[in-house]
T-cell receptor, first 113, second 113 residues
Framework: NAGVMQNPRHLVRRRGQEARLRCSPMKGHSHVYWYRQLPEEGLKFMVYLQKENIIDESGMPKERFSAEFPKEGPSILRIQQVVRGDSAAYFC???????????FGEGSRLTVL | ELKVEQNPLFLSMQEGKNYTIYCNYSTTSDRLYWYRQDPGKSLESLFVLLSNGAVKQEGRLMASLDTKARLSTLHITAAVHDLSATYFCAVEGTETNNNDMRFGAGTRLTVKP
């Protein structure tokens, strides 16, 4: 049973470009969470999605950031017009239910030049 | 808003010594997690503490939860180099939903020979 899969593991973008990060949850999990980790800091909650629905996006910046979890395929975190401050590790986690144990992917490390 | 504070943020200790990491949180919660993160890696779940007075042990690590004091501790006994990592506590808010979970800033532990 594969764990949570994230790709790409490393992504380099220039300022103004777009970044797309993908997350495939564990088999049987329909709840996906995205977190951002800045260097030397803990994880900050961004968004919680179930299939085709955004449940809680209270931690996601209102501009340039969006997330989706389509009926088929992985969840995608999209950052438009990236800036240097977007450089961070972005972790995805999944669970079978809203109170089920979280399982984390290995993260996608975004560097904005 | 739920706030989670860990201390110390950095800890350097000699092999064979004992030490305790503290996790304080600001609102009522009955569910607390401890995770380990190695550099460049994802978060590995260590302990889930679900009730007041809960104590769990795995090898040289022991975690406890005092919900009245809003405090959890992670005690390290006779440290070895392999325990070097960053340790995070995470607390679910009163909704006990995953999207309410908030992370501490982490304790970076270095165990020296």
């Amino acid at each position: 049973n594969a764990g949570v899969m994230q790709n790409p593991r490393h992504l380099v973008r220039r300022r103004g470009q777009e970044a797309r990060l993908r997350c495939s949850p564990m088999k049987g999990h329909s709840h996906v969470y995205w977190y951002r980790q800045l260097p030397e800091e803990g994880l900050k909650f961004m968004v919680y999605l179930q299939k085709e629905n955004i449940i809680d996006e209270s931690g996601m910046p209102k501009e340039r950031f969006s997330a989706e979890f389509p009926k088929e395929g992985p969840s995608i975190l999209r950052i438009q017009q990236v800036v240097r401050g977007d450089s961070a590790a972005y972790f995805c986690a999944s669970s079978w239910g809203i109170t089920g144990e979280l399982f984390f992917g290995e993260g996608s490390r975004l560097t904005v030049l | 808003e739920l706030k989670v504070e860990q201390n110390p943020l950095f800890l350097s200790m000699q092999e064979g010594k004992n030490y305790t990491i503290y996790c304080n949180y600001s609102t009522t919660s009955d569910r607390l997690y401890w995770y380990r993160q190695d550099p460049g890696k994802s978060l590995e779940s260590l302990f889930v503490l679900l009730s007041n007075g809960a104590v769990k042990q795995e090898g040289r690590l022991m975690a406890s939860l005092d919900t009245k004091a809003r405090l959890s501790t992670l005690h390290i006994t006779a440290a070895v180099h392999d325990l070097s990592a960053t340790y995070f506590c995470a607390v679910e808010g009163t909704e006990t939903n995953n999207n309410d979970m908030r992370f501490g800033a982490g304790t970076r532990l270095t165990v020296k020979p």
